[in-house]
């Protein structure tokens, strides 16, 4: 029996597992949950994943949620396959992956998330977007950008001069953020657009930016 | 020989209380470098190579400088697994998957709210900055939500991973520490039968009242 994951093609989260499952060459079957009329909020699903989130994984017996912990596990069960996405047979350069890992979930995706959910999510929902939220998150943004910059004067990636998992858990997020009016933010930092450049053209990362259509439904 | 594992920051942020947890459940010989954060000393250039974002923790182990408190407990937990407590972070992938899956929902549900109310209620009255009731209201409903879903959990689990303590549950000790004790909303936590009876185990370990020790003396 094959992997099955449950979310959807255009939700980030998603996109972060399917990235790494690509890049491992593993197959897998994406199972669609219907967000908008609420499947995820019911005794089925919340009995895969109590908070009520896509995506979820299942292999075998094994049922897994968040995204991170999902591709850490798939990273890890496929070592031996595909690209090297947690460099598990250098102990520094692992350490570094889990680092950069962590910036990722904590500054990064914090900061560029409310951008997306204002600017792509609330007209959807029939809001305004909320300017001042927009611009506060844009100003916090800036400055882990800064540290990106600076980072990425010193190694090719984040954690060293290899792609890793930790550069893949960018990219969906960053793919939207380019469709948004402030893609400058990227641009206009040398260093940051060209580790975007290099990683988004990333055949593993091109098959999932097929399905990430949200923006074309607006 | 001075051992070469450094941490650097105040044991009262909780982010460095999770790494020293970690270190003495795992029996690590650690020093403890303090860092003056009213003093702006995480600012400084000289930190800021070891912490970009001129945050605590910052960490050394033989050559190796790493920061963010939860990629230092998963460095310390492989790097030292036969030491201390052995199972911390799972002994197979499987285990280590669920207990990942806990970790992760700590960090991206549990850890948001949390920290904004433990800085609103313990932090800020100390530093003399008016409290939001505002912000403190919205936190707290989204805490709720969370410990709602844990009160679930923990009713079918010992811990949240499992019948094991582990990393998921240590990295709750910090912000739940002050939320039960400084902050007056204790009854968060205290209130409900599963999860009041987690936190009384959790914070009854060794491991966690050394911490506790720890900044209650100021370091």
Known sequence: MGLKLYGLPMSTNTTRVMACLHEKGVDFELVPVDLFGGENRQPPFLAKNPLGRIPVLEDGDLTLFESRAITAYVAEKFKETGTDLLRLQNPKEAALVKVWLEVESHHFDPAITPIMFEHFVAPILGKTPDQAAIDASLEKLGKVLDVYESKLSCTKYLAGEFFSLADLHHHASTHYFMKTPWASFVNDRPNVKAWWECISSRPAFMKVAEGMTFVDTK | MATP???????????????????????????????????????????????????????????????????????????????????????????????????????????????????????????????????????????????????????????????????????????????????????????????????????????????????????
Not at chain 2, 32 to 57: T, W
Request: aromatic content about 10%.
């Open chain 2, 5 to 219: 594992v450094k941490v650097y920051g105040p044991a009262m942020s909780t982010a460095v209380s999770r790494v020293l947890a970690c270190l003495l459940e795992k029996n690590v010989d650690f020093q403890l470098v303090p860092v003056n954060l009213s003093k702006g000393e995480q600012k400084k250039p000289d930190f800021r190579k070891i912490q970009p974002f001129s945050q605590v923790p910052a960490f050394e182990d033989e050559g190796i400088c790493l920061f963010e408190s939860r990629a230092i407990c998963r460095y310390i937990c492989e790097k030292y697994t036969d030491k201390g407590n052995k199972g911390l972070y799972g002994t197979n992938p499987v285990a280590r998957a669920s207990i990942d899956q806990w970790l992760e929902a700590e960090g991206q549900s549990f850890n948001p709210p949390s920290s904004v109310l433990v800085f609103q209620l313990a932090f800020a009255p100390r530093m003399k900055i008016k409290q939001d009731q505002v912000v403190i209201k919205q936190n707290e409903e989204k805490l709720s939500k969370v410990l709602g879903i844990y009160e679930k959990r923990l009713g079918e689990t010992r811990f949240l991973a499992g019948d094991e303590f582990s990393l998921a549950d240590l990295s709750h000790l910090p912000n739940t520490q002050y939320l039960v004790t400084t902050s007056g909303r204790g009854e968060l936590f205290t209130s409900r039968k599963n999860v009041g009876r987690w936190w009384n185990e959790i914070s009854s370990r060794d491991s966690w009242k050394k911490v506790v020790d720890m900044q209650n003396k100021g370091a």
